[in-house]
């Protein structure tokens, strides 16, 4: 893929350039998870990523949480989700893809950078809990709604032009908390940062200006809005939701 962005002027450049296989990576093969076609693209032929915000759509088992996850650890990232310094863990169920993974970093970019991902933020929360230095003052996570939890989150860690993986985040908003999250992510982007996010959400993916990457079969291709599967099912079930359920329910 094409190299994206540029350094006007002195501005540094976003943290991550570009994603490419090291020394280590296995051929694309039959070995988990470069079994996965995304996956063997990106160790195949690496990936450039823009300033702004990268959103990876598609299927489930299409690897686009496969590819964020290796891409926020090579990053430096805890595995369950936080910024580098939050060590925490339930069970390691990583894939070995970031040990593959060489990053190409901006020059003079932020090293900052945060892990969201829906499973694990229970976890995280506890995490915070039991270190209160790193929670910020009076943030009692696990007295929140589900929802509630995470957008303080949003107004409490995402405040840094850095690095931001999230791993469909959409799991535990409303549709208007989803909106948040969309002025979020443009904040970040406007002020220098970069995202990099896995979704379900024809909302969220919906953002004007960021890059779109259809995952499947196929590998990993770039994609317009309204011409994803995802969309248009949607817009399909709206329109008329008897001709899904209809085929469900009898």
Excluded at 89 to 101: A, C, F, K, V, Y
Excluded at 113 to 118: D, E, P, S, T, V
Aim: charged share 20%.
């Amino acid at each position: 893929m094409a190299g994206y962005g540029g350094r006007p002027g002195a501005r540094r450049e976003h943290p991550i350039v570009a994603v490419h296989p090291n020394d280590e990576a296995p051929a694309p093969s039959g070995q988990w998870p470069a079994s996965i076609p995304a996956v063997a693209q990106v160790l195949r032929d690496g990936l450039a990523l823009p300033p702004g915000v990268t959103f990876l759509v598609g299927e489930n088992g299409s690897g686009k949480s496969t590819l964020v996850e290796g891409i926020a650890l090579a990053y430096g990232l805890s595995p369950e989700g936080g910024s580098r310094q939050a060590r925490h863990s339930t069970r390691p169920t990583e894939s070995p893809l970031s040990d593959w993974l060489r990053l190409q970093r901006g020059v003079g970019a932020s090293r900052w950078g945060f892990f969201l991902r829906a499973e694990t933020m229970h976890s995280f929360y506890t995490y915070l809990e039991l270190n209160p230095s790193l929670s910020g003052p009076d943030v009692a996570f696990h007295e929140m709604s589900h929802g509630e939890s995470f957008l303080a989150l949003l107004g409490s860690r995402f405040d840094d032009p850095g690095f931001y993986c999230l791993d469909e985040p959409e799991a535990a908003l409303s549709f208007g908390s989803t909106l948040t999250l969309i002025s979020v992510l443009q904040r970040i982007a406007a002020e220098g940062g970069q995202v990099l996010c896995a979704t379900h959400s024809p909302v969220l993916a919906a953002l004007p200006g960021a890059r779109i990457l259809e995952v499947g079969d196929w590998g990993l291709r770039e994609a317009q809005w309204d011409d994803l599967e995802l969309v248009r099912h949607w817009r399909s079930f709206l329109g008329a939701p008897e001709r899904y359920l209809r085929h469900l329910l009898d």
